[in-house]
């Protein structure tokens, strides 16, 4: 399905997860699932399952929040929202203590004398021995209390509404995840690093590699919807802007999307996984291999 974007676009409604803004941050950066298991010391298929929220797939909860706190740091990631948004759908886990089972049938023979008092005092300990090992049990099957203070405390999981008026700049996965997340004063400072790169200045080519060159006039006009078209094969983070300053695109593309764009030229684009990302500008093929580094594409579009 096709999609016309301009900046004269209706509001938007974006749902953001921990796990979405976790993955929009690795393409952006350009970062494979092999490097970031690598960096981590997890496995490429607990990383997907991050990712994807598959927490039951995990060894559990507090494996979990260690996991996505050190992917956070790994990424440059404020931790706070993205914990806060992980209690609300983390499973429940099962407590359960296994409890000595007292026989009410089983008959005590009491002899006399000291023989008497040797077997009292035996029970007591055995009792004492196994109501303390239920207590340690029962303890370390406890939840473990989040080191960070969650601000948001509601039942289920919220959608993100993030409004976008007409000509304004769009905002990016994990920008609308953090600006639903009220942060205490302390932390309220946080901003999300950008990996930055030089720009690069594509002039198109056609199929057959034959150089076209655009007339100034041309370059300076606004062309009708559908100049830039963008389609992808897998999960690719996409941004573009015109000359005015506007972002006509910056977020998540699934497998399967494509999107068409118009406005002010030139553009600045920047595509997380240009590998698995097909560009035509103005009806013809732009090669991306030849401005990518790792998987990340950087360049402008006259």
């Known amino acids: 399905m096709t999609e016309i974007i301009d900046s004269s676009s209706e509001q938007q409604s974006v749902v953001i997860t921990a796990g979405a803004a976790l993955k929009a941050r690795r393409l952006e950066l350009g970062y494979s699932l092999d490097k970031v298991s690598a960096q981590l010391k997890l496995t490429p298929r607990q990383i997907e399952a991050i990712e994807s929220e598959r927490f039951d797939e995990l060894p559990g909860n ?73 207590g340690v049990v029962w303890y370390l099957q406890q939840p473990v209390q989040p080191e960070l203070v969650a601000l948001v405390t509601a039942p289920q999981p919220k959608a993100v509404d993030v409004a976008s008026e007409a000509a304004a700049r769009a905002a990016s996965p994990v920008e609308a995840l953090f600006a639903s997340v009220p942060v205490q004063k302390a932390a309220s400072a946080v901003s999300i690093p950008v990996a930055s790169s030089a720009s690069v200045v594509v002039m198109v080519k056609p199929v057959a590699s034959v150089a076209v060159a655009l007339k100034a006039s041309e370059a300076q006009a606004v062309v009708a919807a559908g100049e830039i078209n963008i ?17 006509l695109l910056s977020g998540l593309l699934k497998p399967g999307m494509s999107k068409s764009l118009s406005g002010v030229p030139p553009y600045r684009l920047k595509i997380g996984n240009a590998p698995y990302t097909k560009l035509t500008f103005r009806n013809q093929i732009v090669d991306l291999t030849t401005y990518t580094s790792g998987d990340v594409a950087t360049f402008e579009l006259k």
């Open 62 to 134: 507090t494996f979990v929040r260690g996991f996505v706190r050190n992917y956070a740091r790994f990424l440059d990631l404020p931790m706070a929202p993205l914990l806060a948004h992980l209690e609300n759908c983390l499973p429940q886990e099962r407590q359960q203590a296994a409890l000595p089972r007292v026989n009410e049938d089983t008959s005590v023979l009491l002899g006399s004398g000291a023989k008497a008092h040797s077997f009292l005092l035996g029970a007591v300990v055995i009792i004492g021995v196994a109501v303390g090992a239920a």
């Open 231 to 247: 389609a992808v094969q897998q999960d690719s983070w996409v941004q573009v802007q015109d000359a005015t300053g506007a972002k």
